[in-house]
């Protein structure tokens, strides 16, 4: 802060206080002192100082309007607005930050305070241009510690224990009490179970009220998904000084993260209380209260909390995979949970995303939190851009790797689990190679084995977080199909003793990273290399055969599309060669082909509803029964809401091939969906539990059935029929 | 809404009167969106006509004028009984002026004050405007009137894009699951709720910001409701009117010998609409016992009718 001392240098002395005396108090950690300090400063006549002063005593508003006084005054001063910056970032109001830190930049080119402010605010959007920012800093200014200091954490955040150690060493051979330096130290020491006694003597000598720092460590350990430790930290960090109002607002968020909520509320009303009223406070606020609208089911040790207006509906899906689930894990990772698991499930995308917020590199649709998981619900989609089962058994399989690692699997390698998990249980689920992946392969960006958290956490690239799972998990993929599961099982276990991702491969692959890399791209070519290698004709070629469909040029749209598809079979999203070659084909009159075309979009893994139904329906007009059951059944994993009527032709499929157990669910699904046709819908389920020979069930439900509409003459003679 | 149900079988059973269909479908502004009017409106065409005693007119494309609009009318003004029912529909885009509803048709466009001032002068007793263009909520408060139902597929004047809810209102004629109560009549009541349920859920699914909010006016003093039912005292006389009818309830209805089966039916159903409304003070075993042998009892007597 050696800009600050500066600054106070200039400063009138309008009070018997100073700005480096009240720093200086509150650096050493002297918090009453330094709170008599900054109310003296707060009379200062200088609006700068007075702007710190306020800021210091949480008077925002106060604070805000000396710093706007103070630009007025000091049109000139850089520092001024980076400070000015520092207290908007601090309280989560990211633009306005930004905005000043540019004015400064503006002022003075390349201040490296303004740097600073902006690379924390990169920082905190998790982006690659943090560390830029800082080195850039660094470069202006070789002395500032800070920046060391930043480029420490970061180096931490992207789990490079070494790099992080080097930086903090650095910014400690700047300055010997460089605070947030030796708490990096600790850090590192106590991500590996060590005590860290050395680097907390050296910081209790400088500071021992310094709860800033344990704050910090505690997001080191929330970002590696060490929940519970970093909750410890977050109240040690507290009981250091119960003013931290971010660490008691993380802590608050953490806590409802892990269902403890009554403590979460009390926290973060605490928070709101003291005028801490940031978005993740007032969100999370806001999404507890929302909670009343959930309802939650126990059935052993899964837990499910599903929205109100949905539970009727979802539940049976959700239950069955999560049991199904549950039961496959428990036997392929060989460990029995001994807390139950938690499942949340969120129609609002917005409520899910208050729920995971301030995480790095999420894929958003799933998230788990050692034993709870949150989830969008497939509602919180659009039709087909979502497979809610495949999220599900991903996130479930974190859940596993997370127990059986005690928290220290690396993120690379659960992410690989979880992505294989996907298509383990079904090879139609997960995610296939996109564009984006393409594209990465063929530019040479896939991240060695080594660093590949760096992919997940600070991307360097729009779309490296989605390429790090797919890589992460066809390594995974790699690994099982050449070593076996136990492979995998054994490596996971290795990683919760804390070795590293080199130490483990070399354990257990018996190469060494760099040969695995190399092995890896040599096995991954024999998998997608001909994709690869296809796409940009697949990408010219898919634009011409849009177009003859436009000019319904049927002959020509099949001649062009179906070497398309040979090209990149794996795209299926919508426009997907196949539909448009399943469209000239039945155009053509050439059902059979259609649905040929058609099952093969879906076994890669298409999964629009729509084609789906369209692929149905023409199974059923075939005379296939089964398959088009069988073909809507897929749409339950995909998008199961909003449409009672699918269910309903699933449900009379699956009666009509004998299948009464399933036609239960789906008339069950359709009774749950809250239809305008409610008679119908009870009718059904009572003819569906007829057939299966459950009579009482079948009465009640006809009944309901005339309850609705009492004039219903086929659920009359249902009655009729059942009274006998 | 049981009780709506019973009368809107009743309902059924005495209509020998006439229905006035009067269908229009306006201008598209391009070729899409007439092709899409035109073919609602002639899907609205084939349906209406298998209602017996249909009077039924529908205009499309360049017939879509003015004068035909008021013809039409004029003819069920001139001709119609109060026993009948009345059902316009307009099928395509509208917009407000500032003063009046305006339904964009070739030619002038005919106003919500125009509309209502010749539909005032036919006798018909139940009379349905089903106004489904953009801009539509604007023309409520001009149409209202006691013993007419307005259904409009925005809610205001500020809803201008163009709406979806038309196709599932046309759905709901056709769908046998609109027919919530099954009495083999679609009232204009279960389509409003039908269809207004797709419109909502089609927003929902395509994740996009709803931009029509349909509203029912039958009490010929609001300005409507979203969501009908008795806490708001709409739908009472929407459910009593029937839109579409299906079905052998009208041969029924027809034949003599039956007459005093119908009868014992219709107590039977007032004995049960009686214990729905009692269900809150009695036990759920009594209830689903009352209720299961007067079920029964009914579906006995039904069985006995349509033998």
Known sequence: MRWLAVLALFAPLASAATLEECREHKRRGRLPEARTCWSALSQSHDAALQAEALWALRDYNSANERFRSAVAQKPKDALVRVRWGRMFFERGQRKEAAQLYEEAIGIQADFPPALIGLAYLASSGFESKAVELAEKALEKDPKLFEAREMLARFALEEYDEKRAIEQADKALAISQEALDALVIRATVEWLNDKPGTEWIARLDKTNPNYGEGYAMAANMFIINRRYEEGIALYRKALNKNPDLLAAKAELGVNLMRLGAESEARQLLKECYDANWRTAPVTNTLTLMDSYKNFVTFEKGMLILRVHKKEAELLRPYFEAELERASNVFEKKYQLKLTKPVQLEVYPDHEDFAVRTMGLPGLGALGVTFGNVVAMDSPSGRKPGTFHWASTLWHELSHVYALAVTKHRVPRWFTEGLAVHEETAVNTEWGDRLDPATIRAIKDKKLLPVASLDRGFVRPSYPAQVTVSYFQAGKICDYINSKWGWQKLVDMLRDFGTGKTTPEVIEAHLGLKPEQFDKDFLAWLDTQVGEQVKGFDAWRKNIAVANALVKEKKWDEVIKTAEPIVRSYPDYVESGSAYELLAEASEKKGDKAKAIAILEQWAKVGGRQPETLKKLAALLEEAGHKRQAAETLERINYIYPVQDDEYHRRQGELWLEVGEKDRAIREFTAVVGSKPVDVAGSYYNLAKALRAAGRNDQARDNVILALEAAPSFRPAQKLLLELSK | ?307
């Open chain 2, 1 to 307: 809404m049981r009780i709506l149900a019973v009368l809107a079988a009743l309902s059924a059973l005495a209509a020998p009167a006439t229905t006035w269909y009067i269908t229009v479908a306006g201008l598209g502004g391009d070729p899409l969106f007439d092709q899409r009017f035109n073919a609602l409106a002639q899907e609205m065409d084939k349906l209406v006509r298998t209602t017996p005693d249909a009077k039924v007119t529908t205009l499309t494309g360049p017939a879509s004028l003015k004068v035909r609009i008021r013809e039409s009318l004029a003819d069920a003004a001139k001709n119609g009984k109060p026993e009948d029912t009345l059902v316009v529909t307009f099928i395509g885009h509208g917009n407000f002026d500032g003063q009046d509803y305006k339904f964009n048709i070739p030619g002038a466009d005919i106003t919500a004050a125009e509309l209502a001032e010749w539909m005032d002068r036919v006798p018909a007793q139940k009379q349905a405007v089903i106004n489904t263009t953009s801009c539509s909520g604007a023309s409520i408060d001009m149409l209202r009137r006691d013993n007419r139902v307005i259904i409009s597929a925005t809610k205001s004047a500020t809803e201008r894009l163009a709406t979806q809810f038309a196709r599932f209102w046309v759905e709901a004629m056709r769908n046998p699951e609109a027919d919530t109560d099954k009495n083999e009549v679609v009232s204009v009541l279960e389509a409003f709720r039908f269809a207004d349920k797709k419109t909502v859920g089609f927003y929902e699914t395509q994740k996009r910001l709803a931009t029509e909010h349909a509203m029912l006016e039958d009490t010929g003093k609001g300005s409507g409701v979203r969501a009908p039912g008795p806490d708001n005292g709409h739908g009472l006389l929407a459910g009593q009117t029937p839109l579409v009818r299906f079905g052998s309830l009208q041969q029924a209805a027809k034949s003599p010998e039956k007459q005093a089966l119908l009868k014992k039916r219709e107590e039977v159903e007032a004995k049960i609409e009686k214990l729905k409304y009692e269900k809150a003070a009695i036990s759920v075993e009594d209830y689903r016992k009352q209720l299961g042998s007067l079920l029964l009892e009914l579906a006995k007597v039904q069985e006995e009718i349509d033998r």
